[in-house]
Every structure is written in structure tokens, then in C-alpha cells.
């Protein structure tokens, strides 16, 4: 599992990570909130369009991790 995560994208990851975390600082309400931002930031990056791109173009994606 490991190994999968380590490939997926940086952003994605750390977004995750750091809902986890709060999940388990804050209430629901403000994680879920915190997830909210987290998934639009990552959506809008430019990771997102590198995602679709490379698996288009049958490549394994290059992550930047903005």
C-alpha cells in the first residue's frame, strides 16, 4: 500500500493526510469542512490536469506537486 501511495500525487496525498489529522483534533463539522478546501485545492492544481493527461496518453503521470 505503501508504494501505491508514494506514486500518487503529492498534493492529493498530503490533503488526505492532513484531513486525517484534523478529523482527529476537530469535530466532524470543521473536518469535513477542511476536506471540502483540501478536495478543491487539489482539483484545481495542476496535478489534476497532469492526472487525465498522462493516463490519455497511456504514461505513468509526472507529479509537481502544485
Known sequence: ?????????PLSVRAARETVVL??????TAALQAAR???EYCYRSEDAQE???AFGEKRS???QGR
Do not use: N, Q
Open 51 to 53: 492526472g487525465p493527461r
Open 61 to 63: 503521470p509526472r507529479w
Open 23 to 28: 478529523a482527529t483534533e476537530m469535530g466532524r
Open 37 to 39: 478546501h483540501a478536495a
Open 1 to 9: 500500500m505503501a508504494t501505491e501511495v508514494l506514486a500518487a500525487a
